[in-house]
Structures are given as C-alpha cells and as structure tokens.
T-cell receptor, first 113, second 112 residues
Framework: ETGVTQTPRHLVMGMTNKKSLKCEQHLGHNAMYWYKQSAKKPLELMFVYSLEERVENNSVPSRFSPECPNSSHLFLHLHTLQPEDSALYLC????????????FGNGTRLTVT | QQQVKQSPQSLIVQKGGISIINCAYENTAFDYFPWYQQFPGKGPALLIAIRPDVSEKKEGRFTISFNKSAKQFSLHIMDSQPGDSATYFCAASRMGSEKLVFGKGTKLTVNP
C-alpha cells in the first residue's frame, strides 16, 4: 500500500453508537491531520499531530476524540454524534507540521442517523 | 481575516477552452498558496502551489497567477480536457503555521 489509507470508506452509525475511523500513512511523514469536508463549505481542520503529539485542536466538540499511537497511524474515535456530524472525514499527512504539502486519503463518508 | 474566498462555485467549459478560477484573501501574512484537485470519491491532491515572490507559476497546462497588491490569485487551465473535470480548491497559509485555510471549492465540468 502506498500513500494515505483510510478505513472504513463508508460508515453509518446511530447517535448512541461508538465507532472509530482509522488512517495509516506509508509516506514516512511526521505530521498527520483530520479534516472534515461538508458540502459547500471549506475543508475544516479538526486536529493536527506532529510526531504523535497533538499540536492543534481546532475547537472540536469532545464527541470527537483523536488518537495517534505512532507517526504512521491516526484514529478518530466517535461517540454520541449528531446528525450534523454527517460528512466526509479526511485524513492527511505531511513531511513536517509546517510543510503545507498535504497528502490526503480518500476519506470516510460518515452518516449519523 | 482567515478566509479565502473562491469563485465561481461551478464552471462549465468546452473541451479545448480555458478554465479560470479565482481566489481572494485578506490576511497579508499568508505566504503559501496551493491549489488542490479532487475527483469524486477521492481525497484532494496537490496540483500546483506558489509563493508571493513570483507572480506566475506554470506546470504543463496549469498556471497560477498571483497579484500580491490585490491579494488575489487564480488558476488557469489551458486546453481544458474532460479529464480535468473535478472540484478545485484554493488554499493559503502563513509561514510557521500548520493551518491551511481552504476556499469552498469550484466544481469544473469540461464538456467533450
């Protein structure tokens, strides 16, 4: 596998469920990101990790909980989500946290019912 | 000041034509301006980027024009092809920041 891989590609969950999104990068990068993409809105930065340390939490509700166990893996744990959280969640990586050349995965399409 | 305003929202061009997408920003501290291309079902991919020390950068059929005084930059796609049909996002960031501010995107359709 090359690039940035996200699983699952699609996820449907109820508001009381707990689920996790997974991201893995095979590029040897040191920074990883979670972005939220909603229709007709700019991509919203949610979290940034540099060398497994969180450097940015962009005022994201606590029902989203990130985890970065090593520089190649990133998770987004979801619990008690709202219907308005339905969106495409994109993981990205870059060589360093200050290098803006982002490499995105293909995203997880999340639907909250 | 953190916004990047992108227009048009959608664009239809005939094959062989020129596609032009414009972006404007307010924050004069921005010094890196990339464009991303996103196909349906895929994540965005970096297409081309420019820094404000040059007014134009060309890569193949894709050109970024940058106007520092007007705080505007644009993407020109020459000889547009149906395979260029995608959503294009402009973005901006400032040196030393991990935040890339994106525009809302332009859906380009190139008719054969």
């Amino acid at each position: 596998e090359t690039g940035v891989t996200q699983t699952p590609r699609h996820l449907v969950m109820g508001m009381t469920n707990k689920k996790s999104l997974k991201c893995e990068q095979h590029l040897g990068h040191n920074a990883m990101y979670w972005y939220k993409q909603s229709a007709k809105k700019p991509l919203e930065l949610m979290f940034v990790y540099s060398l497994e340390e969180r450097v940015e939490n962009n005022s994201v509700p606590s029902r989203f909980s990130p985890e970065c166990p090593n520089s190649s893996h990133l998770f987004l744990h979801l619990h008690t989500l709202q219907p308005e959280d339905s969106a495409l969640y994109l993981c990205a990586s870059s060589q360093t946290v200050l290098n803006s050349a982002l490499h995105f995965g293909n995203g997880t399409r999340l639907t909250v019912t | 000041q953190q916004q990047v305003k992108q227009s048009p929202q959608s664009l239809i061009v005939q094959k062989g034509g020129i596609s032009i997408i414009n972006c404007a920003y307010e924050n004069t501290a921005f010094d890196y301006f990339p464009w991303y291309q996103q196909f349906p079902g895929k994540g965005p991919a970096l297409l081309i980027a420019i820094r404000p020390d040059v007014s134009e950068k060309k890569e193949g059929r894709f050109t970024i024009s940058f106007n520092k005084s007007a705080k505007q930059f644009s993407l020109h796609i020459m000889d547009s092809q149906p395979g260029d049909s995608a959503t294009y996002f402009c973005a901006a960031s400032r040196m030393g920041s991990e935040k890339l501010v994106f525009g809302k995107g332009t859906k380009l359709t190139v008719n054969p």
